[in-house]
């Protein structure tokens, strides 16, 4: 999905800072660290509901149509993560991700695999490659989580990053008046990346100046800022409330597929 002939980057007069390599070498070292803060962190305690018996004990209590629904709606998820990869391994792959993410995190499973795919199909003719939207996806999961953003609030944001991408242009409307609803300081973060003014990085948005390479090294610039910003919060927030009941559905979850496919 790189778009053919495409520059490596921007030449050394633009405004926009050059060291994409380095960018993304740090995003991808804070998703490591975040790898490995995690997995020693410990899971949710409890069995999943893996036999038979207890199904039917869940569909008693809960209802058929509670269990119909979710099962359905995690299945749609899967359809859709299938439809916007280019083959079965990468389907595989991008399923595992989403798996490994999910749990890491504390993040509930369907909501963030539909931001994911969508974010995976606003890649067609973008700057941006399958590796970039790993690293992009991952590393707003961590300062969400960070940062105790609700399921609507996250949704919101990925739904930004996805528009963006897809535009293949940084406009105001997103990083604005969307990421900026829901990310603290998203205007002024993303300038303090490009090392310019508020004022020169909203006239750029206007005159459509951050597009294809620069769009590139910026999100994934300014994504990397808000890991290294608040991922040193985040152990406080793998273990509360929200990052537990989130796993918690994902149990739900993983044993209402489990008994649905056997």
């Known amino acids: 999905r790189q778009v053919a002939g495409q520059a490596a980057g921007p030449s050394p007069a633009s405004v926009i800072p050059t060291p994409t390599s380095t960018q993304v070498n740090n995003l ?6 975040v790898r490995n803060l995690t997995a020693s962190h410990g899971q949710l305690t409890g069995a999943v509901l893996n036999t038979k018996a207890a199904f039917d004990a869940l569909m008693s209590v809960l209802g058929a149509k509670v269990i119909i629904d979710r099962l359905v709606d995690y299945q749609k998820m899967e359809l859709t993560l299938n439809a916007v990869s280019r083959s079965a391994y990468e389907s595989a792959s991008n399923m595992s991700f989403l798996q490994g993410i999910t749990k890491q995190l504390g993040l509930e499973i369907i909501t963030t ?5 969508k974010l995976l199909a606003s890649l067609e003719g973008s700057a941006f ?6 690293d992009i996806f991952g590393g707003m999961s961590v300062a969400m989580r960070a940062l105790h953003l609700s399921s609507t609030d996250s949704s919101r944001a990925f739904t930004a990053l996805t528009q963006i991408m897809s535009k293949n242009q940084l406009q105001a409307e997103e990083l604005k008046g969307q990421l900026g609803d ?9 300038a303090k990346v490009l090392n310019i003014s508020t004022e020169a990085l909203l006239r750029m948005m206007k005159q459509g100046e951050i ?21 040193p919060s985040l152990l406080n927030s ?8 989130a796993r918690l559905q994902n149990q ?4 209402v597929v489990y008994m649905g496919r056997n």
């Open 113 to 117: 695999g539909n931001g994911y795919a």
């Open 28 to 33: 991808n070292n804070a998703n490591t660290a």
């Open 182 to 190: 829901v990310l603290p300081g998203a205007v002024s973060m993303m």
């Open 211 to 231: 597009t294809g390479a620069k769009l590139r090294e910026a999100l994934i610039g300014f994504v990397t800022a808000y890991v290294e910003r608040y991922s």
């Open 238 to 245: 793998l273990g509360g409330l929200q990052a537990s009941f």
């Open 129 to 134: 490659s399958l590796g970039d939207a790993k």
């Open 252 to 255: 739900f979850t993983e044993a």
